[in-house]
């Protein structure tokens, strides 16, 4: 009822895109209101899959509030399930809600909690901080998914080690666009991996960050890369810049901005005891589905992680 077809059939007006940009992941979509911008992938997750609601109105509605104030999608939506879980167990009571409703599946005030959020008005004010925040207020910050304060998207790496493994050691925290292995472990692109394997996950993590940080450092869509592999990006920065790079040499540059990064966590109190998950997805398996039983098994990854970064055992670059 949420998926990118009904999106396309009931709403969708047209893709947009970028200055220039051949792929066109915008959406413009029709509203009560008007037209505007639409939905994307993550957020059709964040505040549909997430918070139990199937209303796709209001979905759009939601995302159209994010757009006007400027808030992450992703981030937003999954603060508002976290605030749902904590009204659900007891910790948010009625009289903090201002009259409104906080459930999961209940669609119907999800747009005003957004708008809350936006302006800072009453529980909205706590929710603005973000999920960790938000928990920690109460005394329960385990409730918030999230990996350095940054709320993790749509993907569940119990399913899915390496992304697991990914998430964790993130420089910027629970994102999935610093290296994106759902492309081997999902996707079968470049190739069809086991999601289900630990073994080897440290080599395609390593990889596949160090690759992000040169698309992005080249000012190019990370969604290229679906396309484009590490030669093609360093014959495009000779052309452009006369440089001489190799897919080697790139990927060294990769791997230089990766530690710089991490260097400057380590001096603003982000130490590696943070390169880890929320203790849910450690410790308690997926319930149901194909990936039952499933947790992400963390211990094993990280410290070949390290190694294969060539950082100490405490997770710290070495000269």
């Avoid at 999106?7 to 066109?24: D, G, M, Q, S, V």
């Avoid at 605030?83 to 409104?100: C, M, P, T």
């Avoid at 409730?143 to 304060?149: C, E, I, P, Q, R």
């Amino acid at each position: 009822e949420i998926s990118g077809e009904a999106l396309a059939e009931k709403y969708l007006i047209k893709n947009t895109a970028c200055y220039r940009c051949p792929i066109a992941c915008g959406r413009y979509v029709k509203m009560e209101a008007g037209e505007g911008g639409g939905p994307e992938y993550e957020t059709l997750w964040a505040f549909g899959s997430d918070c139990g609601i199937s209303d796709l109105k209001a979905i759009i509605e939601a995302n159209y509030w994010c757009n006007e104030m400027g808030l992450d999608t992703i981030s937003a939506g999954a603060t508002i399930a976290a605030a749902i879980e904590l009204k659900e167990k007891g910790y948010i009571k009625d009289d903090e809600l201002d009259g409104l409703k906080l459930e999961f599946g209940n669609a119907t005030d999800i747009m005003e909690w957004t708008k809350r959020m936006g302006y800072r008005q009453g529980l909205g004010n706590k929710m603005a901080e973000g999920s960790y925040r938000l928990t920690e207020g109460y005394g329960v910050p385990e409730l918030s998914m999230t990996v350095k304060k940054l709320e993790l998207p749509a993907y569940d790496p119990r399913g899915i080690q390496g992304q697991g493994l990914q998430y964790a050691t993130t420089n910027r925290g629970g994102c999935h666009v610093r290296g994106y292995l759902i492309s081997p472990e999902i996707l079968g692109i470049p190739e069809q991996l086991d999601r289900f394997a630990t073994e080897g996950k440290e080599n395609w993590a390593k990889t596949y960050q160090d690759l992000t940080a040169v698309i992005d450092s080249l000012g190019i869509c990370l969604f290229t890369s679906f396309a484009l592999k590490a030669p093609d990006y360093a014959d495009m920065c000779n052309v452009i810049t006369g440089s001489e790079h190799t897919a080697e040499s790139i990927l060294a540059a990769g791997d230089r901005i990766w530690n710089l990064e991490k260097m400057f966590n380590l001096k603003a109190g982000i130490d590696s005891s943070q390169d880890t998950l929320p203790k849910r997805l450690l410790d308690d398996p997926i319930a149901e589905g194909p990936s039952q039983g499933w947790i992400t098994k963390l211990d094993e990854m990280l410290p070949k992680y390290y190694q294969v970064r060539g950082w100490s055992a405490e997770g710290i670059p070495t000269e």
